[in-house]
């Protein structure tokens, strides 16, 4: 841009307009009106919610639409639970699940079995949580920001939450030990939590990842190498006879459904952040009160995190 600093560009480290960007999408720019009635409802109770809490308005409409939009979510892991039961008294099931088992089993080999196993390792508790502690570091040091630490925090909890309800609420049994490839697993098998975890936490830092970034193909490149490793976790659990496919499917649908959540939750603080939180060039949200100390826990001029 003429007449630019290396300055001015908000995508730099440790200037907050690199949070609000991917590409040339203003994360606090609402296009339709879905999502404009959606940032009014929130904004109306985060004012009344914050100024009792004596939050910001932003950060608290944050955390109301991840509860909110956690509940929904989980709501939808307890109804795949009941359609579960229902489909498989009927053995529905059956004519998807095992099948696919079997073309799996039909494929492996001491090597491939070897190489699934190493890979499978990478969504478990322990090198999932040091990588994608890694990544979460990195960046709010880098960006002098705690937004990675804060959005990675609450997307795993919902995470983890969910995993557990669902395998205590169904506690669906395991494919047979005879068909699995060890180390078997004892634990439920609805959802699959290697896949849940992975498509959550792994989504979620590829956002982190996108946010700021210009060039088309670093953000091309970030989309396929997370949708790769999530869609390949997934199938890996199939393969090693460690889940059925619809754990795996459920898994996937659930982490997508919570991801989707808590991004939207960082757009409503982004938007709600501004001091006139605009939804799109010609239609605010509504001009927001002066900021105080007492109502909002910051000051005008101050930005919020």
Do not use: C
Not at 165 to 170: E, F, I, P, T
Not at 171 to 197: I, K, Q
Not at 211 to 223: A, I
């Amino acid at each position: 841009m003429p007449g630019s600093t290396p300055s001015d560009d908000p995508t730099r480290k440790g200037r907050p307009g690199g949070e609000e960007r991917i590409g040339g999408r203003d994360l606090g720019q609402w296009p339709t009106e879905s999502g404009r009635r959606l940032v009014r409802s929130v904004d109306r109770v985060a004012s009344v919610l914050g100024h009792a809490l004596r939050w910001s308005r932003a950060n608290t409409g944050l955390v109301v639409t991840v509860v909110v939009g956690g509940l929904v979510v989980l709501a939808l892991d307890l109804f795949a639970a009941e359609v579960y039961d229902a489909v498989s008294e009927g053995e529905g099931l059956q004519t998807l699940d095992r099948p696919v088992l079997d073309a799996a089993v039909s494929l492996r080999s001491p090597a491939r079995d070897a190489a699934m196993t190493a890979f499978t390792d990478l969504g478990g508790a322990l090198w999932m949580t040091l990588g994608i502690l890694l990544v979460t570091v990195v960046l709010a040091v880098w960006r002098r920001s705690w937004t990675p630490v804060v959005l990675m925090v609450i997307a795993a909890a919902g995470s983890v939450l969910m995993t557990v309800a669902g395998k205590d609420l169904v506690g669906r049994a395991r494919p047979p030990a005879t068909l699995a490839v060890p180390p078997l697993e004892t634990s439920p098998a609805f959802p699959s939590g290697h896949t849940l975890n992975a498509t959550v936490l792994v989504g979620m830092a590829a956002y982190l990842l996108l946010l700021g970034v210009g060039r088309v193909w670093v953000r091309v490149l970030v989309v396929a190498a997370a949708g790769g490793f999530v869609l390949a976790m997934g199938l890996s659990r199939v393969y090693l006879g460690h889940h059925w496919l619809t754990d795996v499917v459920a898994g996937w649908l659930l982490g997508l459904g919570w991801l989707a959540t808590v991004v939207t939750g960082h757009r409503v603080q982004i938007t709600l952040r501004r001091p006139v939180p605009v939804v799109t060039a010609d239609q605010p949200v509504r001009a927001a009160r002066p900021a105080s100390s007492r109502a909002t826990g910051t000051r005008n001029g101050e930005q919020e995190t």
